[in-house]
């Protein structure tokens, strides 16, 4: 839930450098002024959260000293990875769900309670820390609910215009045994909001990784994967700094 109004959180001890995590999609709170008209339980589902990587995310922070910065507003509220003029930035559909509370919903109030103070934030923490490496942490649906496409990848990354952090880290999970994808099961060339922002414009090394929600739903899983995915990260870091 929202703390002191604020639409995100940090998690973690934050320093000078090394490697830090952002999860715009990590809560499906909702605040009681803003009556969605969404049933409860698809309120658990992927169309209100990145199932899984809330978890994922503090157990990073608190056991491996990757600290966090996490949305604590559901993307059905505002979704803080898109453009502010995105069409679904406060979406009127998702998954083929309708989302009636959003229909002709005050946009600049959402953007301007939720989005901007989101933003912000981050682009405040990241100038203090100067990171070395950021991870963009998201879960992805094995199915969706409209189509029939298989998504069969265990983890991807995604990249825009920057791919030097993405091809180590596909390299390093290829390694584990896991099925990669690469700019699936959508492309960062169209969906890389956040990182397009606070990383490919300042020339900040990252990662936008995607992990198939199936695989972090439990706490055991999402121990392991934040074990997996620190190792990876600071190994891409390392890398990364050989090249330099």
Not at 27 to 54: C, Q, R, T, W, Y
Not at 75 to 97: F, K, Y
Request: hydrophobic share 40%; proline share 5%; aromatic share 6%.
């Amino acid at each position: 839930m929202i703390l002191d109004e604020k639409p995100y959180r940090h998690v973690g001890t934050s320093k000078h450098g090394g490697i830090v995590c952002v999860a715009d999609h990590a809560s499906n709170f909702v605040p009681a002024d803003i009556p969605l008209g969404v049933a409860a339980n698809l309120m658990n589902e992927h169309i209100a959260l990145d199932i899984g990587v809330e978890g994922v995310a503090e157990r990073m922070a608190r056991r491996y000293g990757i600290p966090a910065h996490l949305a604590c507003v559901s993307r059905l509220v505002c979704d803080l990875h898109r453009e502010e003029d995105h069409p679904a930035v406060v979406p009127t559909t998702s998954d083929g769900h309708l989302i009636p509370g959003n229909i002709g919903a005050d946009v600049e109030a959402r953007l301007k309670r939720f989005y901007r103070p989101y933003h912000e934030a981050l682009e405040k923490w990241l100038e203090a820390i100067e990171p070395d490496l950021i991870v963009s942490l998201h879960s992805f649906t094995p199915e969706l609910a409209s189509s029939d496409e298989h998504r069969p990848w265990e983890v991807a990354l995604l990249y825009n215009e920057d791919d030097r952090a993405a091809r180590h880290a596909i390299r390093l999970f290829g390694e584990q045994g896991l099925m990669v994808g690469e700019n699936e099961p959508y492309s960062g060339k169209e969906l890389n909001a956040t990182m397009n922002r606070h990383a490919e414009a300042h020339g900040r090394f990252y990662l936008a990784l995607e992990i198939r929600q199936d695989l972090i739903a439990t706490r055991a899983d999402q121990s392991r994967w934040a074990s997996m995915v620190a190792d990876v990260a600071g190994r891409v870091d390392l890398a990364l700094k050989n090249e330099t």
